[in-house]
Nanobody
Framework: QVQLVESGGGLVQPGGSLRLSCAASGSIFSINYMAWFRQAPGKQRELVTK???????NYADSVKGRFTISRDNAKNTMALQMDSLKPEDTAVYYC???????????????WGQGTQVTVSS
């Protein structure tokens, strides 16, 4: 079955950087968009950034200029480079992908288990 697994979370000081990775595995035929969401305590899960299969990107206003999303279609991986981190960025970050695979026909949204990012001095 298709799985998404995040890695790279941790504790970092304000102004620091982290790089998150997401690896898709399983019987994958194609991946359309991939995205990063995050959820802070007491808040709704929000879209942080999204990247299309062709490489087009969108960013939430709160992270523009600080975060960079990328993907490697050959390896079915995605990354989120986070620079100039702020305490407000503290959240669980989730990998998301719209994926076609086997044995089930059609497109489905898959989620990773989440990785904790904590920004604190």
């Amino acid at each position: 079955q298709v799985q998404l697994v995040e890695s790279g979370g941790g504790l970092v000081q304000p102004g620091g950087s982290l790089r998150l990775s997401c690896a898709a595995s399983g019987s994958i035929f194609s991946i359309n968009y991939m995205a990063w969401f995050r959820q802070a305590p007491g808040k709704q899960r929000e879209l942080v950034t999204k990247i299309s299969s062709g490489g087009s990107t969108n960013y939430a206003d709160s992270v523009k200029g600080r975060f960079t999303i990328s993907r490697d279609n050959a390896k079915n991986t995605m990354a989120l480079q986070m620079d100039s981190l702020k305490p407000e960025d503290t959240a669980v970050y989730y990998c998301n992908g719209f994926i076609k695979g086997s044995p089930i026909s059609g497109w489905y949204t898959f989620w990773g288990q989440g990785t904790q990012v904590t920004v604190s001095s």
